[in-house]
């Protein structure tokens, strides 16, 4: 898989050189299907909407990021 990054973005990785970033890359990739999966089962077994599901999705990830602060 190939995709495009800003140059700021490349600078700043190419400083970095003890990151393995294609494993970061593979990480964000696994939560993000993990996330997109969860929406799949609830919808699956809910009577919600699409989008109320998606917003109560997005205000639980707000919370949980807020925490982690």
Sequence with gaps: MTFA???DL???MRR???VR???VARRAI???L???NLYDRVLSNSELA???AVDLGRAIRRRSSMQRR
Aim: glycine share 0%; net charge negative.
């Design 16 to 18: 970095r050189k003890e």
């Design 50 to 52: 699409e989008t109320d």
């Design 5 to 7: 990054l800003p140059e």
């Design 10 to 12: 490349r600078r700043q």
């Design 30 to 32: 696994a939560r993000e």
């Design 21 to 23: 970033w294609a494993e």
């Design 34 to 36: 993990d996330r997109l």
